[in-house]
Nanobody
Framework: QVQLVESGGGSVQTGDSLTISCQVS????????MGWFRQAPGKEREGVAS?????????AYADAVKGRFTISKNKAKNTLTLQMNSLEPEDSAMYYC?????????????????????WGQGTQVTVSS
């Protein structure tokens, strides 16, 4: 059974950095396509960043976070992380990680579709000005 547990959210100021993590169990991180999505109150869920299986090596980011956020897999800890720099109030949302393994498509597909059968419960990120 796949389990995803997000952590690391919190309240920060504009311009601060924050790293959130997704602890993964029940699947191989190397074989998995994974992604971070977020949803703010009153808004639709949107893809933030995604990463393909290791054999694919693809990574994709939403335009709003390119150059500020970095997604990565830590296979030693079996976690997916999202390093967020230069945070803005518009980044405030509940952040969710999703996973699919095995997976056969590139990261951009998953960023656009959110086609993950497994999701975590989310971690809240609040950025104040």
């Amino acid at each position: 059974q796949v389990q995803l547990v997000e952590s690391g959210g919190g309240s920060v100021q504009t311009g601060d950095s924050l790293t959130i993590s997704c602890q993964v169990s029940g699947l191989s991180l190397s074989d998995a396509c994974m992604g971070w999505f977020r949803q703010a109150p009153g808004k639709e869920r949107e893809g933030v960043a995604s990463i393909g299986a290791d054999r694919d090596g693809s990574v994709a980011y939403a335009d709003a976070v390119k150059g500020r956020f970095t997604i990565s897999k830590n296979k030693a800890k079996n976690t997916l992380t999202l390093q967020m720099n230069s945070l803005e109030p518009e980044d405030s949302a509940m952040y969710y990680c999703g996973a699919k393994a095995p997976c056969g498509l590139r990261a951009l597909y998953y960023l656009r579709s959110g086609d993950f059968p497994s999701w975590g419960q989310g971690t809240q990120v609040t950025v104040s000005s």
